[in-house]
Protein backbone atom coordinates (compact mmCIF):
# COMPACT_ATOMS: atom_id res chain seq x y z
CA UNK A 1 0.00 0.00 0.00
CA UNK A 2 2.83 2.49 0.91
CA UNK A 3 4.52 1.16 -2.38
CA UNK A 4 1.30 2.64 -4.34
CA UNK A 5 1.25 5.77 -2.73
CA UNK A 6 4.88 6.87 -3.45
CA UNK A 7 4.27 6.04 -7.66
CA UNK A 8 0.92 7.95 -7.36
CA UNK A 9 2.96 10.93 -5.67
CA UNK A 10 5.14 10.63 -8.57
CA UNK A 11 2.59 10.42 -10.88
CA UNK A 12 0.80 13.69 -9.95
CA UNK A 13 3.73 15.61 -9.57
CA UNK A 14 4.77 14.46 -13.41
CA UNK A 15 1.79 16.14 -14.40
CA UNK A 16 -0.46 13.26 -14.47
CA UNK A 17 -3.47 11.52 -12.34
CA UNK A 18 -4.29 8.38 -12.06
CA UNK A 19 -8.05 7.13 -12.12
CA UNK A 20 -9.81 3.67 -11.95
CA UNK A 21 -6.20 2.53 -13.22
CA UNK A 22 -6.04 4.91 -16.13
CA UNK A 23 -3.66 7.93 -16.65
CA UNK A 24 -4.95 11.19 -17.58
CA UNK A 25 -2.88 13.77 -18.22
CA UNK A 26 -3.16 17.45 -16.51
CA UNK A 27 -3.89 20.51 -18.42
CA UNK A 28 -1.39 23.49 -16.82
CA UNK A 29 -1.74 25.60 -19.83
CA UNK A 30 -4.83 27.62 -18.31
CA UNK A 31 -2.50 28.08 -14.76
CA UNK A 32 0.22 29.55 -17.04
CA UNK A 33 -1.76 31.84 -18.81
CA UNK A 34 -2.84 33.24 -15.69
CA UNK A 35 -0.09 33.78 -14.37
CA UNK A 36 1.12 35.28 -17.38
CA UNK A 37 -1.96 37.95 -17.55
CA UNK A 38 -0.93 38.45 -14.03
CA UNK A 39 2.76 39.68 -15.13
CA UNK A 40 1.63 41.75 -17.78
CA UNK A 41 -0.86 43.45 -15.57
CA UNK A 42 1.38 44.16 -13.30
CA UNK A 43 3.66 45.63 -15.89
CA UNK A 44 1.02 47.90 -17.46
CA UNK A 45 0.10 49.35 -13.91
CA UNK A 46 3.95 49.99 -13.17
CA UNK A 47 3.80 51.95 -17.10
CA UNK A 48 1.35 54.16 -16.14
CA UNK A 49 2.64 55.25 -12.51
CA UNK A 50 5.71 56.43 -14.44
CA UNK A 51 5.58 59.48 -16.43
CA UNK A 52 6.09 60.13 -19.92
CA UNK A 53 6.41 55.99 -20.07
CA UNK A 54 3.94 55.77 -23.07
CA UNK A 55 4.52 59.33 -24.61
CA UNK A 56 6.97 58.24 -27.15
CA UNK A 57 4.03 55.68 -28.64
CA UNK A 58 1.37 58.56 -28.74
CA UNK A 59 1.44 60.08 -32.44
CA UNK A 60 -0.70 63.44 -32.55
CA UNK A 61 -3.27 64.14 -35.29
CA UNK A 62 -1.65 66.66 -36.47
CA UNK A 63 2.11 68.30 -36.39
CA UNK A 64 2.65 71.56 -38.11
CA UNK A 65 5.05 74.87 -38.25
CA UNK A 66 4.19 77.94 -36.90
CA UNK A 67 5.44 81.84 -37.25
CA UNK A 68 5.16 85.12 -36.60
CA UNK A 69 5.73 89.08 -37.71
CA UNK A 70 9.16 87.80 -39.70
CA UNK A 71 8.50 91.54 -40.60
CA UNK A 72 11.73 91.66 -42.69
CA UNK A 73 12.73 95.18 -44.68
CA UNK A 74 15.76 96.19 -46.41
CA UNK A 75 15.98 98.56 -44.02
CA UNK A 76 18.10 99.58 -40.82
CA UNK A 77 17.49 98.23 -37.71
CA UNK A 78 15.00 100.27 -35.17
CA UNK A 79 15.53 99.83 -31.53
CA UNK A 80 14.99 96.27 -30.84
CA UNK A 81 13.83 95.31 -34.21
CA UNK A 82 16.69 93.81 -36.53
CA UNK A 83 14.72 93.98 -40.28
CA UNK A 84 17.19 92.59 -42.18
CA UNK A 85 17.79 89.70 -39.96
CA UNK A 86 14.63 88.52 -40.48
CA UNK A 87 15.51 86.71 -43.79
CA UNK A 88 18.42 84.71 -42.65
CA UNK A 89 16.66 83.64 -39.75
CA UNK A 90 13.66 82.45 -41.57
CA UNK A 91 16.33 80.65 -43.44
CA UNK A 92 17.55 78.82 -40.46
CA UNK A 93 13.75 77.92 -39.29
CA UNK A 94 12.50 76.60 -42.44
CA UNK A 95 16.05 74.56 -42.24
CA UNK A 96 14.99 73.34 -38.98
CA UNK A 97 11.66 72.78 -39.78
CA UNK A 98 12.08 70.56 -42.71
CA UNK A 99 13.79 67.94 -40.61
CA UNK A 100 10.41 66.81 -38.81
CA UNK A 101 7.44 65.26 -40.65
CA UNK A 102 5.22 68.47 -40.28
CA UNK A 103 1.65 68.38 -42.50
CA UNK A 104 1.94 72.24 -43.17
CA UNK A 105 3.42 75.71 -41.67
CA UNK A 106 1.17 78.40 -40.59
CA UNK A 107 2.36 82.53 -40.94
CA UNK A 108 0.26 84.67 -38.79
CA UNK A 109 1.19 87.24 -40.65
CA UNK A 110 3.50 90.70 -41.01
CA UNK A 111 5.62 89.21 -43.50
CA UNK A 112 7.05 92.42 -44.20
CA UNK A 113 7.20 95.81 -42.83
CA UNK A 114 7.08 98.46 -45.23
CA UNK A 115 7.39 97.77 -48.83
CA UNK A 116 5.82 95.46 -51.34
CA UNK A 117 8.85 94.85 -52.83
CA UNK A 118 10.62 93.09 -49.87
CA UNK A 119 7.78 90.55 -49.91
CA UNK A 120 9.54 88.15 -52.84
CA UNK A 121 12.49 87.04 -50.86
CA UNK A 122 10.54 86.46 -47.97
CA UNK A 123 8.16 83.91 -50.25
CA UNK A 124 11.30 82.53 -51.71
CA UNK A 125 12.34 81.21 -48.05
CA UNK A 126 8.61 80.29 -47.29
CA UNK A 127 8.68 77.64 -50.73
CA UNK A 128 11.85 76.16 -49.53
CA UNK A 129 9.32 74.45 -46.70
CA UNK A 130 8.54 71.09 -47.58
CA UNK A 131 4.92 70.95 -47.53
CA UNK A 132 1.85 73.46 -47.67
CA UNK A 133 2.79 76.93 -46.48
CA UNK A 134 -0.78 78.81 -45.08
CA UNK A 135 -0.32 82.51 -44.77
CA UNK A 136 -2.08 85.36 -42.85
CA UNK A 137 -1.51 89.05 -43.93
CA UNK A 138 -0.90 91.20 -41.02
CA UNK A 139 -1.02 95.43 -40.82
CA UNK A 140 2.01 95.62 -41.75
CA UNK A 141 1.59 93.65 -45.79
CA UNK A 142 -0.70 96.73 -46.53
CA UNK A 143 1.89 99.18 -46.62
CA UNK A 144 2.46 100.06 -50.25
CA UNK A 145 -0.73 97.79 -51.67
CA UNK A 146 -3.53 99.59 -53.38
CA UNK A 147 -5.42 95.83 -54.36
CA UNK A 148 -5.94 93.55 -51.52
CA UNK A 149 -7.08 91.09 -53.55
CA UNK A 150 -3.29 91.09 -55.32
CA UNK A 151 -1.50 91.04 -52.27
CA UNK A 152 -3.61 87.80 -50.94
CA UNK A 153 -3.16 86.13 -54.37
CA UNK A 154 0.76 87.17 -53.58
CA UNK A 155 0.70 85.30 -50.33
CA UNK A 156 -1.32 82.10 -51.48
CA UNK A 157 -3.90 82.47 -49.77
CA UNK A 158 -7.77 81.36 -50.91
CA UNK A 159 -9.36 84.50 -49.66
CA UNK A 160 -9.10 86.90 -46.95
CA UNK A 161 -10.07 84.80 -44.65
CA UNK A 162 -10.38 80.92 -44.65
CA UNK A 163 -10.75 77.52 -43.32
CA UNK A 164 -8.38 74.07 -42.97
CA UNK A 165 -9.64 71.01 -42.45
CA UNK A 166 -7.48 67.86 -41.42
CA UNK A 167 -7.56 65.11 -39.24
CA UNK A 168 -10.92 66.03 -37.40
CA UNK A 169 -9.30 69.76 -36.79
CA UNK A 170 -10.65 72.68 -38.16
CA UNK A 171 -8.27 75.59 -38.42
CA UNK A 172 -9.98 79.13 -38.93
CA UNK A 173 -7.68 81.37 -40.27
CA UNK A 174 -8.90 85.01 -40.11
CA UNK A 175 -8.44 88.53 -41.12
CA UNK A 176 -8.66 90.84 -38.77
CA UNK A 177 -7.21 93.59 -40.45
CA UNK A 178 -10.45 93.56 -43.24
CA UNK A 179 -12.19 96.75 -41.23
CA UNK A 180 -8.97 99.21 -41.02
CA UNK A 181 -7.97 102.53 -41.73
CA UNK A 182 -5.10 100.77 -43.88
CA UNK A 183 -6.71 98.24 -45.10
CA UNK A 184 -8.29 99.89 -48.97
CA UNK A 185 -11.80 100.45 -47.39
CA UNK A 186 -12.51 103.90 -48.41
CA UNK A 187 -16.09 104.19 -50.77
CA UNK A 188 -16.94 100.40 -49.97
CA UNK A 189 -19.15 99.22 -47.65
CA UNK A 190 -16.22 98.11 -45.44
CA UNK A 191 -15.56 101.94 -44.13
CA UNK A 192 -19.44 102.34 -42.48
CA UNK A 193 -18.66 99.07 -40.81
CA UNK A 194 -15.35 100.34 -40.01
CA UNK A 195 -16.70 103.60 -38.38
CA UNK A 196 -19.17 101.79 -36.50
CA UNK A 197 -16.89 99.38 -34.90
CA UNK A 198 -14.69 102.06 -34.06
CA UNK A 199 -17.25 104.24 -32.16
CA UNK A 200 -18.46 101.44 -29.84
CA UNK A 201 -14.59 101.40 -29.34
CA UNK A 202 -14.96 104.55 -27.92
CA UNK A 203 -17.90 104.26 -25.93
CA UNK A 204 -15.79 101.56 -23.55
CA UNK A 205 -12.72 103.94 -23.42
CA UNK A 206 -10.96 101.05 -25.29
CA UNK A 207 -7.12 101.11 -25.88
CA UNK A 208 -7.14 99.61 -29.27
CA UNK A 209 -8.51 102.37 -31.33
CA UNK A 210 -4.89 102.32 -33.06
CA UNK A 211 -4.05 103.29 -36.87
CA UNK A 212 -2.17 99.51 -36.65
CA UNK A 213 -5.42 97.87 -35.31
CA UNK A 214 -8.42 96.51 -37.22
CA UNK A 215 -11.82 94.39 -37.08
CA UNK A 216 -13.64 91.38 -38.44
CA UNK A 217 -16.59 92.72 -40.67
CA UNK A 218 -20.03 91.26 -39.82
CA UNK A 219 -20.10 89.29 -42.91
CA UNK A 220 -16.50 87.45 -41.25
CA UNK A 221 -18.24 87.03 -38.14
CA UNK A 222 -21.19 84.93 -39.62
CA UNK A 223 -18.52 82.92 -41.94
CA UNK A 224 -17.31 82.85 -38.42
CA UNK A 225 -20.28 81.48 -36.61
CA UNK A 226 -21.16 79.03 -39.12
CA UNK A 227 -18.01 77.68 -39.64
CA UNK A 228 -18.30 76.77 -35.50
CA UNK A 229 -21.63 75.43 -36.27
CA UNK A 230 -20.50 73.05 -38.48
CA UNK A 231 -17.44 72.38 -36.29
CA UNK A 232 -19.69 71.32 -33.49
CA UNK A 233 -22.53 68.93 -35.56
CA UNK A 234 -19.31 67.34 -36.96
CA UNK A 235 -17.45 67.09 -33.75
CA UNK A 236 -14.17 68.75 -34.72
CA UNK A 237 -12.12 70.34 -32.43
CA UNK A 238 -11.37 74.36 -33.66
CA UNK A 239 -8.63 76.56 -33.44
CA UNK A 240 -8.79 80.12 -34.59
CA UNK A 241 -5.71 81.80 -35.69
CA UNK A 242 -5.33 85.69 -36.64
CA UNK A 243 -3.18 88.21 -36.84
CA UNK A 244 -4.38 90.62 -34.38
CA UNK A 245 -4.97 88.82 -30.71
CA UNK A 246 -8.44 88.47 -29.31
CA UNK A 247 -7.14 89.11 -25.74
CA UNK A 248 -4.07 89.38 -23.61
CA UNK A 249 -2.38 91.95 -25.60
CA UNK A 250 -4.53 95.27 -24.51
CA UNK A 251 -3.74 98.25 -27.08
CA UNK A 252 -2.93 95.53 -29.41
CA UNK A 253 -6.23 94.13 -29.67
CA UNK A 254 -8.44 93.12 -32.66
CA UNK A 255 -11.06 96.42 -32.31
CA UNK A 256 -14.25 94.43 -31.91
CA UNK A 257 -11.81 91.60 -30.20
CA UNK A 258 -14.29 90.68 -26.94
CA UNK A 259 -17.60 90.89 -29.20
CA UNK A 260 -15.41 87.64 -31.07
CA UNK A 261 -14.89 86.24 -27.42
CA UNK A 262 -18.25 86.80 -26.75
CA UNK A 263 -19.41 84.60 -29.27
CA UNK A 264 -16.33 82.18 -29.86
CA UNK A 265 -17.34 81.61 -26.02
CA UNK A 266 -20.37 79.73 -26.49
CA UNK A 267 -18.60 77.24 -28.62
CA UNK A 268 -16.69 74.76 -26.27
CA UNK A 269 -15.31 72.65 -29.83
CA UNK A 270 -12.91 76.25 -30.03
CA UNK A 271 -9.48 74.44 -28.56
CA UNK A 272 -7.62 77.62 -28.47
CA UNK A 273 -6.86 80.99 -30.22
CA UNK A 274 -3.21 81.83 -31.45
CA UNK A 275 -2.46 85.27 -32.86
CA UNK A 276 1.06 87.39 -33.39
CA UNK A 277 1.38 91.21 -33.75
CA UNK A 278 2.27 91.16 -29.94
CA UNK A 279 6.22 90.63 -30.41
CA UNK A 280 6.41 89.73 -26.87
CA UNK A 281 4.24 87.30 -26.82
CA UNK A 282 1.85 86.24 -24.30
CA UNK A 283 -0.72 83.72 -22.47
CA UNK A 284 -3.86 84.15 -20.90
CA UNK A 285 -7.61 82.52 -20.80
CA UNK A 286 -10.68 84.66 -21.23
CA UNK A 287 -13.99 83.80 -21.30
CA UNK A 288 -12.41 79.99 -20.96
CA UNK A 289 -10.72 80.19 -23.94
CA UNK A 290 -7.25 79.84 -24.12
CA UNK A 291 -5.45 82.43 -25.93
CA UNK A 292 -1.48 82.36 -27.21
CA UNK A 293 0.28 85.22 -28.51
CA UNK A 294 3.49 84.18 -30.37
CA UNK A 295 6.61 85.95 -30.21
CA UNK A 296 7.72 87.92 -33.64
CA UNK A 297 10.84 86.62 -35.49
CA UNK A 298 11.70 90.19 -36.45
CA UNK A 299 12.84 91.12 -32.31
CA UNK A 300 16.27 90.69 -31.49
CA UNK A 301 19.35 90.44 -33.25
CA UNK A 302 20.16 87.11 -33.34
CA UNK A 303 17.68 84.99 -31.56
CA UNK A 304 15.39 83.12 -33.46
CA UNK A 305 11.53 82.63 -33.18
CA UNK A 306 9.24 79.76 -34.29
CA UNK A 307 7.59 76.54 -33.12
CA UNK A 308 6.23 73.23 -34.07
CA UNK A 309 2.86 72.25 -32.90
CA UNK A 310 1.09 68.72 -32.14
CA UNK A 311 -2.39 68.48 -32.19
CA UNK A 312 -3.83 65.66 -29.54
CA UNK A 313 -7.08 64.65 -28.56
CA UNK A 314 -7.00 65.78 -25.13
CA UNK A 315 -4.38 68.61 -25.48
CA UNK A 316 -2.41 71.30 -27.70
CA UNK A 317 1.81 71.20 -27.52
CA UNK A 318 3.52 74.33 -28.55
CA UNK A 319 7.53 73.20 -28.56
CA UNK A 320 8.83 76.98 -28.67
CA UNK A 321 12.30 77.59 -30.74
CA UNK A 322 14.27 80.91 -29.70
CA UNK A 323 12.11 83.17 -28.64
CA UNK A 324 8.59 81.41 -29.09
CA UNK A 325 7.53 79.70 -25.22
CA UNK A 326 6.57 76.46 -25.17
CA UNK A 327 3.30 75.46 -23.86
CA UNK A 328 0.79 72.97 -22.90
CA UNK A 329 -3.17 73.42 -23.08
CA UNK A 330 -5.02 70.97 -21.53
CA UNK A 331 -8.69 70.39 -22.94
CA UNK A 332 -10.95 71.36 -20.23
CA UNK A 333 -13.69 69.27 -21.81
Known sequence: MKRKETINKQT?????VKHSGKTKQVNETPVKQNRLKALLLMLFCI????PGANAQDEKPDLSFGLIADIQYAQAASRGTRFYKNSLPKLSTAIAELNKGKLAFLINLGDVTDRNPEDLKPVLNELDKFNSKVYNLAGNHDYAGVEDNQNLYRALGMPGEYYAIRKAGWRLLMLNTNELSAYANIKGTWKEAEFDSVVTSARKVSSKNIEPYNGALSSRQMAWLENNLQQAASKNEKVIIFSHHPFSCANGLEALNGKELLAMISRYPCVKALIAGHHHTGGYCEESG?????????VETEHENAWGIVE???DRIL????GRVSSRTIKFKS
Open 47 to 50: SALI
Open 318 to 321: INGK
Open 289 to 297: IPSVIIEGM
Open 12 to 16: RQAGQ
Open 311 to 313: LYQ
